[in-house]
């Protein structure tokens, strides 16, 4: 079986490196918000190009407390893609906070920068970026939207480390950025794990006590805050990972430049993209299929795993029920359609040719 992502064989290439950062906190005795999280912090930081970087519990997390440490809460309304991972969407609703859809362009997945103004009130604080399936949105637009408005622009990065936008890296193109370093991202930890990026001071100051119960000196609480907090642990392992993270997403893009360049059967849809091609880092390789049930089924018998990225779109889940009667007709289609290809940092290459071979023999019934 050609697996949709080998992250066991992925973490092996660290292994040494992983026991040695695994061992240094052992040997520190130090296990909470240690030397560790400040040099990835630092390490990440830099990595993305911003002032300042915060480690901490995981994806989700980082999302809720950027929102919470903005003050927006009940009566506000934040807007986000209607095709976005829940997590994004559970964000804004753990604050009270109204989500509000608005549906992805056809051709990149991504926010149509198109159909945000429209959904624009008084009582809009944020528009909620998500960078899907590691593709940077179109960001200009969004960011003189957001001025014009004075709205906060929060960046969804758990896809997209390290995707570049007119020179600048996910996590700095907007006002925060909230990264999950959950295993199966691009860069992944062996566990839980996140971050927020951001060059703002004042937000950085406040979330820094936001993710350690509220406060800023020990005992002492300035907010009702969290436990939220990056483990030890994890850092020394994402530190080691962040050094190959480029070279990752490189060998990514030759995948998907292979795909794009010899899957050839009608019946398939492929992806489009931007001139700019480190705008993109794969974090999935989406297509699009008529009869889906038929085409996974036929990938299973040729020995390829094919998952859904994302099956059922958020407003159709139960945990959103009031939106059952809300209709995101561009979504819908999508998640109808898509199927995600095997992609990743170690596939090897008679995996990417097996791939294309069997797609391009691939016959609807
Ligand atoms: C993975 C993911 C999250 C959540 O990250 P966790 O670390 O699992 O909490 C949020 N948004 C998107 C788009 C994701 O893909």
């Known amino acids: 079986m050609i697996p949709f992502l080998d992250l066991k064989k992925i973490n092996m290439r660290h292994e040494k490196a992983i026991q040695e950062g695994v061992s240094q906190v052992l040997h520190s005795g130090w296990y909470i918000l240690g030397e560790q999280v400040k040099l990835f912090e630092k390490e990440f930081a830099t990595y993305c190009g911003t002032d300042y970087c915060l480690g901490v519990a995981n994806g989700l997390d980082a999302l809720e407390l950027i929102i919470r440490a903005y003050d927006i809460g009940a009566g506000d309304e934040v807007i986000v893609p209607s095709n976005t991972y829940i997590a994004s969407i559970l964000a804004i609703s753990a604050n009270g906070a109204t989500p509000i859809l608005v549906e992805p362009e056809r051709a990149t997945y991504n926010i149509d920068p198109a159909k945000i103004e429209e959904k624009i009130t008084d009582n809009t604080k944020a528009i909620m970026v998500v960078h899907l399936y590691g593709q940077a949105c179109d960001m200009n637009p969004i960011n003189a939207l957001a001025k014009k408005y ?33 295993p199966g991202k691009n860069l992944g930890a062996l566990g839980d794990a996140g971050a927020i990026t951001t060059n703002d001071e004042e937000l950085y100051n406040k979330l820094h006590a936001l993710r350690n119960y509220g406060s800023h000196k020990k005992y002492q609480n300035l907010f009702k805050g969290y436990n939220s907090r990056l483990d030890e642990l994890q850092a020394p392992i994402l530190k080691e990972k962040l050094k190959y993270l480029d070279e990752d997403n490189n060998y990514r893009r030759k995948i998907a430049d292979y795909y794009l360049n010899s899957i050839d059967n009608q019946h398939i849809i492929l992806p489009s993209t931007k001139e700019e091609p480190e705008s993109h880092v794969w974090h999935v390789f989406v297509i699009q299929v008529n009869d889906r049930e038929h085409f996974m089924q036929y990938m299973t018998d040729h020995e390829i795993q094919t998952i859904i990225h ?50 391009n023999g691939y016959q609807p019934h």
């Open 150 to 182: 004075n709205l906060k622009v929060i960046e969804d990065c758990a896809q997209s480390h390290g995707a570049i936008y007119d020179g600048k890296r996910a996590g700095n193109l907007g006002d925060a950025a909230a990264f999950s370093f959950y």
């Open 310 to 359: 994302y099956p059922i779109p958020p407003h159709k889940q139960e945990a959103y029920i009031e939106w059952k009667e809300h209709s995101y007709p561009i979504s819908e289609e999508i998640h109808e359609r898509i199927v995600s290809l095997p992609i990743s940092p170690v596939m090897p290459e008679e995996h990417v040719k097996k791939v294309v071979e069997v797609i």
